[in-house]
């Protein structure tokens, strides 16, 4: 159980093109999804907290505008990072917890390329 | 700040050793995680570790946290290659709050175990 899906695994695109990152909560309702980008060699960061329903709420330094965060439904909440530029190529990782539950699984994450 | 502060960051050690990784967080908090990831890869969990005094063992892997100290360790018995991977440690800062469970990671320890 408790199992979060992401699509793509991995993408590339063009500077200036936007890009769609889905999470899935496959076997539960994720009332909750978190969004992190991870660069090589470092630690996860926080990018949003996103609740079904709500605006999602963006970390500090992080551009709202920018990265779009879409909560929909209580199994999916999509990323799309816009008018990308090579500097947004990062491993993105989302997570989901259950409702009542605090403990977050973690999705396989998405890795993308900006050309 | 919040700060989850892992040392060492790096560890190349022999297979057939013990190590000790240690995970120190600087606000009140008695929920915290392990994790591993392998490269290109997501987050798999270890350890959830919720209340002082807490140990858990996996394999060749314990987990403790002491609260009071604010400090958790993951302790490696007669390590083999396989567990050659990065190990985080999370600290869940806000659920006292009843906000989102948002986790703060530390910063990862690189293991490598030398065959």
């Known amino acids: 159980g408790a199992v979060v899906s992401q699509h793509p695994s991995w993408v590339i695109c063009k500077s200036g093109t936007s890009v769609k990152i889905e999470c899935r909560s496959l076997?539960?309702?994720?009332?909750?999804m978190f969004w992190y980008r991870q660069f090589p060699k470092q630690s996860l960061m926080l990018m949003a907290t996103?609740?079904?329903?709500?605006?999602?709420?963006?970390e500090q330094g992080v551009e709202k505008d920018k990265f779009l965060i879409n909560h929909a439904s209580l199994t999916l909440s999509t990323l799309t990072v816009t008018s990308a530029h090579p500097e947004d190529s990062s491993f993105y990782i989302c997570s989901a917890t259950q409702t009542s539950q605090y403990e977050q699984y973690f999705g396989p994450g998405t890795r993308l390329t900006v050309t | 700040e919040l700060k989850v502060e892992q040392n060492p960051l790096f560890l190349s050690m022999q297979e057939g050793k013990n190590y000790t990784i240690y995970c120190n967080y600087s606000?009140?908090?008695?929920?915290l995680y392990w994790y591993r990831q392998d490269p290109g890869k997501s987050l798999e969990s270890l350890f959830v570790l919720l209340s002082n005094g807490a140990v858990k063992q996996e394999g060749r892997l314990m987990a403790s946290l002491d609260t009071k100290a604010r400090l958790s360790t993951l302790h490696i018995t007669a390590a083999v290659h396989d567990l050659s991977a990065t190990y985080f440690c999370?600290?869940?800062?806000?659920?006292?709050?009843?906000?989102?469970?948002?986790?703060?990671f530390g910063k990862g320890t690189r293991l490598h175990i030398l065959p």
């Open positions: 076997d539960f309702q994720a009332t909750t």
């Open positions: 996103s609740n079904e329903g709500s605006k999602a709420t963006y």
């Open positions: 606000t009140t908090s008695d929920r």
């Open positions: 999370a600290v869940d800062m806000e659920w006292r709050l009843n906000r989102d469970d948002k986790i703060i």
